[in-house]
């Protein structure tokens, strides 16, 4: 029931570009993007909504693909303040709003 | 930044005793969740409220129980802890569907 993330981690060097998938088995009606630094608590980045409309992050886009039930965040001309683990989360809809996240990618940004 | 504390922010111990975490918030946001987070699990759902009193499991709830009696305090309960219960939990508020949520700073809890 999780949202599964791909990669689990992965390595860059400044400047360049990494995607970061999130897949769900069951319908999605919202995804949340946020990062989490070493030691502290996760901080959000953006939402994005079934019909396309997004809420969030300046310099970071993502992707909603409703039918397949994936997002995927793009980080460009990645930055040393990028790294962090990123979580994925959805929303399963109706009056209890359930958000569920998923199981991490670890990103490490290097000089 | 969101009004929500977590407390305690450390805690040790031992198997079989029971323990309960606090989350507050001030903001009167409707929504509050426990998770745990454990490496290569990333953040698990506890349990999660959808109003006072109102609340549900998530997908790791067995051994946990919640109460929220008031809109600011969402209590974290482990009946009877285990050393599986060693983790990271964090507190997660939201006002609605499809905002932002808001965590706090995190208990470590180490069941020895």
């Known amino acids: 029931q999780q949202p599964v993330q791909s990669p689990q981690a992965v390595i860059l060097r400044e400047g360049e570009d990494a995607v970061i998938n999130c897949s769900s088995s069951k319908a999605l009606y919202s995804v949340h993007w946020y990062r989490q630094k070493h030691g502290e608590a996760p901080v959000f980045l953006m939402i994005?909504?079934?019909?396309?409309e997004q809420k969030g992050h300046e310099k970071i886009s993502a992707s909603f693909n409703e039918k397949k039930q994936q997002s995927s965040l793009y980080l460009t001309a990645s930055q040393l303040s990028y790294s962090g683990t990123y979580f994925c989360?959805?929303?399963?809809?109706?009056?209890?709003?359930?958000?569920?996240f998923g199981t991490g990618t670890l990103l490490a940004v290097q000089p | 930044d969101a009004g929500i504390t977590q407390s305690p922010r450390h805690k040790v111990t031992e198997t079989g005793t029971p323990v309960t975490l606090r989350c507050h918030q001030t903001e009167n946001h409707r929504y509050m969740y426990w998770y745990r987070q454990d490496p290569g699990h990333g953040l698990r759902l506890i349990h999660y409220?959808?109003?006072?009193?109102?609340?549900d499991k998530g997908e790791v709830s067995d051994g946990y129980s919640v109460s929220r009696s008031k809109t600011e305090d969402f209590l974290l309960t482990l009946e009877s802890a285990t050393s599986s219960q060693t983790s990271v939990y964090f507190c997660a508020i939201a006002n609605g569907q499809n905002t932002e949520a808001f965590f706090g700073q995190g208990t470590r809890l180490t069941v020895v």
């Open positions: 989360g959805t929303e399963r809809g109706g009056a209890t709003n359930k958000l569920i």
């Open positions: 409220s959808y109003g006072v009193k109102d609340t």
């Open positions: 994005l909504l079934k019909g396309g």
